[in-house]
Structure formats: C-alpha cells, structure tokens
C-alpha cells in the first residue's frame, strides 16, 4: 500500500503537463501567432508562454497554455481598445473567442489558450498595463517577476496539488492569488515535505483564507486578496477544512 508521500508524487505525475521544448501544446502558437502578428504589426515585442505553463504550476485540467502578447510602449490606443480589436481579430477568423478578465479564451486544436495583451510602461522594461474587464479599469503586472518568484519558490509540487483539489472540487481561487497563497502559507516550511506542506497550506486555507491579506510582488497596489468575494472564499476555506478530515485518495485523484 503506498504512503501518502507516495500517493501525493502518483497523483502529481497523473496530472503532469509537458512544458518541454518538444511539448505538442507549444504548436498552438504557431497556430494563433499570424493573427496576432496581422493584428498587432510593428507595435509587437515580443508573443510567448506565460502563467502557469511558463511557471511551471500547470495541471491538467485548466488552461493548457497562456500566451502573452507584449506590445510596445508606444501603441496610441487606448487599452480598451487594445483588448476589443483582438478580440475581434480572433473572432473574424473563426476562433470563437471567449472574455474573460484580463485574457481571451480561445480553443486552438482541443487546447485551451488564453492569449493576454499588455502594453509596456517603458520602452524597454518588463511592466505592462493590462485592461481589467471585470472592473473597467487598467492594472499592472510583470509577466517575469510573476515567473521568477512562483519558479524560484521551491514549492511548485505544493502549488500543483492545491491546483489540482481546486480543479477537482470545481473552486473559484485564481491562480496567480493560489499560487502566492501557498507560498505565504508555506514561509519557513521544510522544502520536499510534501505530506507535512500539503496539511500546512489546508489549515491556513480553512482558517486564514478569509482574512490573510496577498499582494502582487510586481504590483503593490494590487492586492491579490481581493480577487475573490467572501462567498467563494468561505467555500474554498470550508472543502479545505473537510478535506482535512477526508481521507487523501479522496481528496486528490
């Protein structure tokens, strides 16, 4: 009978998702890459991975690849803007594209493909503006720091677990804010002790989700927190708390 250690490894290397150079979900930018190119025109930098897949905090089950599209500083066009034009681009060409908050959700070949456009601050540095659907208004990020502090953690096998009893039990958590979460949870915790972790950072979601306060590293005044509404948070917090009580074949398939 395997450990729990041993259960936990079983279920991550069930849920894991080629990020290699050779991974067959990389062939969808090849695919969305003219259209962003026809769209964007000498105003692109640079279109490559982001979010988890580039972080390496991908599971199966949510997005297959994000794709970011850095656009110079000096595109005239309002950010609004910016996100409709694409938006409709994608559409004129067939792809169905879906709103989402900061994203465009498309299906590329049976992936799921969130393409985000931001425009830099500066002309050379890695802050972007982005525009923010859910609230009308825009909101910084840095695509890099994002992807050097969750990578850097140590602590992606914790982040993909949590990911993985998200998607399971179909909770409302971002990811960005879940992957900051475990983190923050897991400050001082012993790296690798994977069994030891995964209770650490289900106790501080039932008891701490509601009230620990997260901000983006790249961004102090937007505050990771605030991303999700006290229901959802009381939903999250509450299946932590009876997945503490559940047995772990239960709580992670």
Known sequence: MATIDEHLRLVLARHRIDTSALSP???????VEPTIRQWGGPYIVDIGPSGSFAKGTAVGGGT??????????????????IYETLFTAFSNLGFQPRR???SIGLSVGGWKVDVTPGRRQDQYGNYHSLWRNKTGSWLQTNIKE???????????????????????????WPSFYLEMFVIDALRGARIGNLEANIITVLRAT?????????IDPANT???????????DKFHVSQTARAGLNSPWNVVFQ
């Open 25 to 31: 979900v990389r062939g969808v930018q090849s695919v």
């Open 100 to 102: 989402q908050n900061v």
């Open 221 to 231: 005044n937007n505050t990771l927190s605030e991303t999700l509404d006290a229901n």
């Open 146 to 172: 994002h992807c050097r502090v969750v990578s850097g953690s140590g602590r992606l096998d914790e982040i993909r677990l949590i990911k993985i009893w998200r998607n399971r039990y179909g909770l409302s």
């Open 64 to 81: 297959d690849i994000d794709i970011f599209v850095s656009l110079s500083s000096s595109v005239p066009d309002p950010l609004k803007t």
């Open 206 to 214: 039932a008891d701490t989700l509601a009230t620990r306060r997260l």
